[in-house]
């Protein structure tokens, strides 16, 4: 039988600490852990197409156990998501003029949807700043952020505000659940 460990959680002072010592798109992403309950993968591979703002959700593809979920926008992070988005599709026509623009599909999607991964609603909401040779087929693409780097933004940001407790990407996930318990949420 294994053994049980609470998980680390902060409390919202802190999380708003550390968030304070990040900018750009790091914090762009912790807010979204933390405001969406989202895990480090799921937010690295959103793409364009799962932000809604009509009806404020986010849909998480693929995510644990293979599900697909639902979860919230939150209004705070409307705007610079919408910023986002504009930053991205610049990427995206810069990279179409040189001959590129393509990011991986999943399943057989890229069999049945061609064009598809050229496509700006399939591109990656946070996208890597460089283009990569995919290793399966050999096409140049652009993937998504790597996930040592928002975890390298996120332990800088705890050093400088001085929490002692070990905190994680995955730690923001606790603090949401915990927060909508306190706030009497099911």
């Not at 700006?120 to 399966?136: A, C, E, K, N, V």
């Amino acid at each position: 039988k294994t053994t049980q460990r609470l998980p680390t959680v902060l409390t919202h002072e802190e999380a708003k600490a550390i968030i304070s010592h990040l900018s750009g798109s790091p914090r762009l992403m912790v807010e979204l852990l933390y405001g969406c309950g989202l895990r480090l993968h799921e937010c690295l591979v959103l793409r364009v197409k799962d932000i809604d703002f009509a009806l404020n959700t986010i849909t998480v593809r693929q995510g644990k156990g293979d599900k697909d979920r639902v979860t919230l926008l939150p209004a705070s992070l409307k705007e610079r998501l919408q910023v986002q988005i504009q930053k991205v599709l610049a990427l995206h026509q810069q990279d179409l003029a040189d001959g590129y623009g393509e990011v991986y599909m999943p399943h057989a999607l890229e069999r049945k949807y061609p064009a598809a991964a050229r496509s700006p609603g399939w591109q990656y909401l946070f996208p890597s700043t460089r283009l990569g040779i995919d290793p399966r087929s050999g096409v140049v693409r652009r993937h998504h952020l790597h996930n040592t780097m928002l975890s390298r933004y996120i332990r800088i940001a705890v050093t400088k505000t001085g929490i002692q407790k070990p905190v994680k990407a995955h730690t923001f996930r606790h603090s949401f659940a915990t927060r909508l318990l306190q706030n009497g949420y099911d």
